[in-house]
């Protein structure tokens, strides 16, 4: 089929008001992968619908489209529906409208402007929407009615840490003289060297610190022998007389975190357990704050025991205000989510 027989049944369809989404699946059943695709069938159909009569292509002049017309604007806005990620370049060779055109219609007719792409934990549900603004506004009820204390509250969780640092693409730029190459950083291997720290803090600073030991999984009693018991331990000593009775404890839902041995465990001990909802990192003062901040300031070391020196090291030297500033900040965290009906939030605070 030639273009000329695609262009008239793109305009006999245009006309009678059928979007170019459908006209492009009858073409595509019609003709398979023969057919034209979704940004031309767009751009013919806003040019019929905009009084075009010809089929045929204009005789190119050599000088694109300077014409900020309801008919090119109808078609700049079509290209870039299609695909919200086109370069200037993309929609000058679609549309043949010149680059000053396309910035006044962009900019000035359509009032656009263009932003990266933001990275989201989980692509949520409604249900997932819903649970977190249940769970804060649960959670956040307790602390305004003074029935809990962020002084009460313990949290935490696991991450990997290698004992090479790279840096993030920012940290890693540096100044050249003229002539002088960009230096060189070695990326990762799957086989690096890196091992699993559980950290648990509450508003007075560091609780607990672990290192697994090389080939060991995180179960459920790994967890309550390695990560419980040593926290209770702890509270003990601070509070000798109550323990963990009436403390609040904090972790997300990792599987070994949720399992009924460390429910009880956490339950005999006296402890409540603060609720977490699913795929929600921005509500995690471990996520959002302190194990980013630890490998940020984090050198290379020759072995994880040293590692673990200069990680406990770091944790104590952090003032209290800082972990208390965190906590204060994970309310203010909840109460977002919450005005943010449940969805990511991150990229409002700033």
């Keep these: 089929m030639e273009k ?9 369809r245009a006309l009678l008001g059928i979007p170019a989404t ?14 034209p695709k979704y940004r031309t069938v767009a751009k013919w159909a806003a040019l019929f619908l905009a009084g075009r009569e010809e089929l045929e292509d204009d005789p190119r002049s050599g000088r694109p489209i300077t014409a900020c017309t309801p ?36 900019h000035g007719a359509l009032k656009l402007r263009k932003l990266t792409s933001r990275w989201v934990p989980h692509e949520l549900t409604e249900k997932n929407r819903k649970d977190r ?15 809990w204390r962020l002084c009460d509250v313990i949290t935490g969780d696991e991450s990997w ?32 060297p890196k091992h699993m720290y559980s950290v648990f803090f509450k508003t007075s600073g560091l609780v607990h610190i672990d290192v697994m030991e090389k080939g060991e999984a995180i179960t459920a009693q790994n967890y309550k022998v390695n990560c419980l018991d040593p926290i209770f331990e702890e509270m003990r000593k601070q509070r000798p007389k109550s323990g963990m009775k009436n403390m609040k404890f904090h972790h997300d839902n990792a599987r070994p975190h949720v399992s009924g041995v460390v429910k009880t465990h956490l339950e005999e001990a006296g402890a409540i357990i603060i609720r977490h909802p699913p ?10 704050w302190l194990f980013d901040m630890i490998k940020r300031n984090l050198d290379d070391h020759v072995d994880v025991q040293s590692q673990k020196r200069a990680i406990t090291k770091m944790l104590l030297g952090i003032p209290s205000q800082e972990y208390r500033k965190t906590f204060e900040k994970w309310l203010e965290r909840m109460q977002l989510c919450i005005d943010n009906k449940g969805a990511y939030f991150e990229h409002l605070i700033k």
């Design 4 to 12: 000329i027989e695609y262009r008239a049944y793109i305009r006999t």
């Design 22 to 35: 459908e006209i492009t699946e009858e073409l595509v059943i019609a003709h398979g992968s023969l057919a």
């Design 71 to 106: 008919a090119n604007i109808e078609l700049v806005r079509l290209v870039i529906e299609a695909d919200p990620h086109s370069t200037y370049d993309d929609i000058e060779a679609e549309t043949h409208v010149s680059r000053t055109t396309l910035q006044e219609i962009i």
């Design 133 to 147: 603004v249940d769970a804060c506004t649960e959670n956040l009820a307790k602390f305004k009615e003074n029935k």
């Design 161 to 192: 840490f290698y004992l090479r640092q790279i840096g993030s693409k920012a940290r890693n730029s540096s100044w050249v003289a003229p002539g002088q190459n960009a230096r060189t950083v070695v990326r990762r291997d799957r086989f690096e």
């Design 279 to 288: 795929y929600s990192p921005d509500l995690a003062p471990s996520d959002f």
